[in-house]
């Protein structure tokens, strides 16, 4: 059985072209033209794309004492609504747990998943055990490894801890990532703000600045290329953090940088509404910023110091929100965004001009399935690529409304944005997923994908880093002791 999809445009990060596209099974046989397959869809008008690739999730994860409300169910399903084919979650250990044994936790979530999937690991502590486990869990496909550099006392590492790490990630052909934001200042202002009655969400805003951003971006960039190892910093929300980024990668750092669309589409005055609950629901770390801010996300993307579109989905409902009623430190961090991650990026980004359609496809799949050692089984339209599509209606317009979204939490954060752009098809390896407003979802036909160490880019920083490393100076003339 073959499926055809006719009469659209191929777009991919490099070019565009007009194609069919011919799918067996799970991946692409044939582009070119006037194919003929068993099922046509018809792409008229549309643009065929690698699906996207959401490389920052957290479904049903244990976090703030709660857990996130969507699962790999609804938060997969709410993906490919919107075009994501596939999710990266951060698979977390508990202080002294075995990295396995989380592991096992985070398979155990899957099993009604409808789109891939694959994790990233988290460091939240650090031992021999750990860093035994770290090659385990590469064997198994996981090569990517976050630290927190925030919620003290929580997840947050120190930077000796994170130094270790990021060696052991440079020897495993590892990629570490970083939740970058100084973690000991916003403790420090957390507390005070609080002892001055500030305690509403815009508290939340006060005590995470760019600076405490800013500061740690840079520190987490210098430590990873002191351990010899490409660095990818998530949600990047400041121009402080921008610039560090920016300015490691023109001295030749291996250095990605991750913006969030929440980022790059909402800012700060959300915190300042008079509505407790509506403030409340866009609290996340780091939270959203002023237009600037905004303006050198955008021209990041557009100068390609910054790699990739996430939205960090770790969507709460309104009354887990409310557990910080009195007390912003309280309110469980994240928002979600799954869904309208294409759409709002399209809208806001395609047709202002901020970006082309490549540079969209660029920025939402196929940067991260490099940087991830995923391509081009995902990432790509090409010939035994996975057939994760989307077939891209430009014309296609909604307003987005918590009312028909399919994430399982009360609001949006983008409640009442009008969207040009969405999907006619979308293809999960080969299954026609979503029609247009049908869902076609199959829960349980998500699969996990393993990845690769060593990429290209690991292997190329490794052999520089080897070429200058420090060597003894075998001397001749070495005087005599004074004994
Ligand atoms: N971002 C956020 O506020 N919540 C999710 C956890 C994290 O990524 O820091
Ligand atoms: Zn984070
Ligand atoms: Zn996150």
């Not at 792409?43 to 996130?68: K, N, Q, R, V």
């Not at 840079?218 to 980024?245: F, K, W």
């Amino acid at each position: 059985m073959s499926t055809v999809i006719k009469n659209g445009t191929v777009v991919t990060a490099d070019l565009s072209y007009e194609a069919d596209v011919r799918i067996e099974g799970d991946v692409i046989v044939e582009i070119g033209k006037n194919l003929f397959g068993d099922e046509v869809l018809d792409a008229t008008g549309c643009l065929i794309m690698p699906g996207g690739i959401d490389p920052h999730t957290h479904l049903e994860m244990p976090f703030m004492g709660t857990y996130s409300a969507d699962d790999f169910e609804s938060g997969t399903r709410a993906g490919l609504a919107g075009g994501t084919t596939m999710v990266v979650d951060f698979c977390l250990p508990n202080p002294d747990q075995s990295l396995l044994e989380a592991l096992k936790m985070w398979d155990n979530k899957t099993g009604k998943a409808s789109a891939d999937y694959s994790f990233h690991m988290a460091i939240t502590w650090w031992g021999e055990q750990v860093f035994n486990e770290m090659a385990e869990v590469v064997d198994r496909g996981i090569t990517s490894f976050k630290h927190f550099m925030a919620y003290k006392g929580a997840l947050m590492v120190n930077d000796d801890e994170m130094f270790a790490s990021f060696q052991r990630c440079a020897a495993l052909g590892a990629l570490p990532l970083v939740h970058a934001e100084n973690g000991d200042v916003v403790a420090a202002m957390t507390a005070k703000l609080l002892a001055e009655g500030n305690n509403g969400p815009e508290g939340h805003a006060y005590s995470r600045p760019p600076e405490v951003e800013g500061e740690a971006t840079n520190r987490a960039i210098m430590i990873a290329d002191m351990a010899g190892v490409p660095l990818y910093v998530v949600h990047t929300s400041c121009e402080q953090a921008h610039e560090a980024i920016r300015r490691a990668r023109q001295k030749g750092m291996r250095v990605y940088g991750e913006p969030l669309i929440q980022h790059l589409t909402l800012d700060e005055s959300e915190y300042f509404n008079a509505d407790w609950d509506h403030a409340a629901r866009r609290v996340m770390s780091p939270p959203f910023r002023n237009k600037q801010h905004q303006d050198s996300l955008w021209a990041g993307l557009q100068a390609g110091s910054l790699s990739c579109v996430a939205t960090d989905h770790c969507a709460f409902t309104s009354e887990q929100k409310r557990t910080g009623v009195g007390n912003f430190a309280k309110i469980p961090n994240g928002t979600g965004g799954l869904e309208d991650r294409l759409p709002v990026l399209w809208t806001a980004g395609v047709n202002t001009g901020r970006l082309t359609p490549n540079e969209f496809v660029a920025v939402t799949s196929t940067n991260i399935a490099k940087i991830l050692n995923m391509y081009p089984r995902k990432g790509a339209v090409m010939v035994g690529a996975d057939a994760d599509l989307v077939v891209w209606d430009p014309k296609r317009k909604k307003t987005i409304s918590a009312k028909s979204q399919q994430s399982v939490i009360d609001y949006n954060v983008f409640e009442g944005f009008e969207v040009t752009g969405l999907p006619r098809f979308v293809l999960s390896r080969g299954k026609v997923s979503i029609v247009e407003n049908e869902v076609k979802a199959e829960p349980g036909h998500g699969k996990f994908v393993a990845r690769e160490a060593k990429n290209p880019v690991n292997r190329a920083l490794s052999q520089w880093k080897e070429l200058v490393a420090p060597r003894k100076v075998e001397r001749t003339g070495i005087p005599a002791t004074g004994v």
